[in-house]
C-alpha cells in the first residue's frame, strides 16, 4: 500500500512562506501527484498538481504564490508556499492521483500537515 508522509507545515504570519515535502513509499516510480487541502467543516480541494515529468497545475487561488516541485531521487514531492493569506489555512496532504481526471485522488491519505496563517 502506498503510504505518505507529509512535513514541513507550521504558523506564519500573513506573507511568510513555508515549504511542504511529502515523501512517497517505495515502489513507485515518480508517479503525478497532487497536494490538497481540508479546514474543519469543509471538503478537501485540489490546490496543486505535478506530473510525472514536472508539468505543474494550480488552482487559480494560489496561481503565482505555489509552486510544485519534485525530487526524483528522493520520489519526493515540495510545494513552496509564498505570500501566505489566513484563507490558505488547512491540514495540507499529497496523493497521487487520476491522471485525465479532476485530480481525484488514488490512495489512502497520510497523516498531513497543519498550515496556520495568522497575524
Known amino acids: 500500500q502506498v503510504q505518505y508522509a507529509e512535513s514541513g507545515g507550521g504558523s506564519v504570519q500573513p506573507g511568510e512562506s513555508l515549504t511542504l515535502s511529502c515523501v512517497i513509499s517505495?515502489?513507485?516510480?515518480?508517479?503525478?501527484v497532487a497536494w490538497y487541502r481540508q479546514t474543519p467543516g469543509n471538503q478537501r480541494e485540489w490546490v496543486a498538481a505535478?506530473?510525472?515529468?514536472?508539468?505543474?497545475h494550480y488552482l487559480e487561488s494560489v496561481k503565482g504564490r505555489f509552486t510544485a516541485s519534485r525530487d526524483y531521487a528522493k520520489n519526493t514531492v515540495f510545494l513552496q508556499m509564498s505570500g501566505l493569506k489566513p484563507e490558505d489555512t488547512a491540514v495540507y496532504y499529497c496523493?497521487?492521483?487520476?491522471?485525465?481526471?479532476?485530480?481525484?485522488?488514488?490512495?489512502?491519505w497520510g497523516q498531513g500537515t497543519q498550515v496556520t496563517v495568522s497575524s
Open positions: 517505495e515502489g513507485l516510480n515518480n508517479p503525478a
Open positions: 505535478i506530473t510525472r515529468i514536472g508539468t505543474t
Open positions: 496523493n497521487r492521483y487520476y491522471v485525465g481526471g479532476q485530480y481525484s485522488p488514488v490512495d489512502s
